[in-house]
């Protein structure tokens, strides 16, 4: 059965709404097991435990991942990314979004096959946007590289 990892860093809520919706999307399919967690209740060595890994964080300060608990993550987990299929989320309150074109092309360096274009959503997610969510999660769960 594959595995896959939803990690997620949220600090005012709408990264973890992202989470939940794309978690759904995920569960739709009945054929993988899927482990959520928000970063810190998960060692990122454990990352090679999983087939395809989900990755959730929003921008800050200047369009950059939150540097004190998700960019250590991140860092310490590059060397367990190398070819696996990753998808990126995060929201964002300012700027345009280019954190995650950076982090996307980071991923890329890193090794890692890129899922799509990382799902971006300004402030809260809410309507529309929960069931594109929805969606990412399920077209994830079938990704095959």
């Given at each position: 059965m594959e595995k896959i990892l939803l990690v997620y860093f949220s600090g005012g809520g709408n990264t973890k709404t992202m989470a939940d919706a794309i978690f759904e999307g995920l569960t739709k399919n009945h054929e993988i097991r899927v482990d959520r967690f928000q970063v810190g209740m998960i060692r990122p060595d454990r990352l090679q435990d999983y087939d395809k890994v989900l990755l959730g964080c929003p921008a800050s300060g200047i369009e950059s991942l939150e540097p004190e608990v998700f960019e250590p993550?991140?860092?310490?987990?590059?060397?367990?990314?190398?070819?696996?299929?990753?998808?990126?989320?995060?929201?964002?309150?300012?700027?345009?979004?280019?954190?995650?074109?950076?982090?996307?092309?980071?991923?890329?360096?890193?090794?890692?096959?890129?899922?799509?274009?990382?799902?971006?959503?300004?402030?809260?997610?809410?309507?529309?946007?929960?069931?594109?969510?929805?969606?990412?999660?399920?077209?994830?769960?079938?990704?095959?590289?």
């Open positions: 993550f991140y860092v310490a987990s590059i060397p367990y990314l190398k070819n696996k299929p990753i998808a990126l989320f995060g929201s964002y309150g300012l700027g345009v979004g280019r954190w995650m074109k950076k982090w996307e092309n980071r991923v890329k360096q890193d090794g890692a096959i890129l899922f799509e274009e990382g799902f971006i959503c300004l402030q809260s997610p809410e309507g529309e946007i929960i069931d594109d969510l929805i969606a990412f999660g399920h077209r994830f769960s079938k990704f095959t590289p």
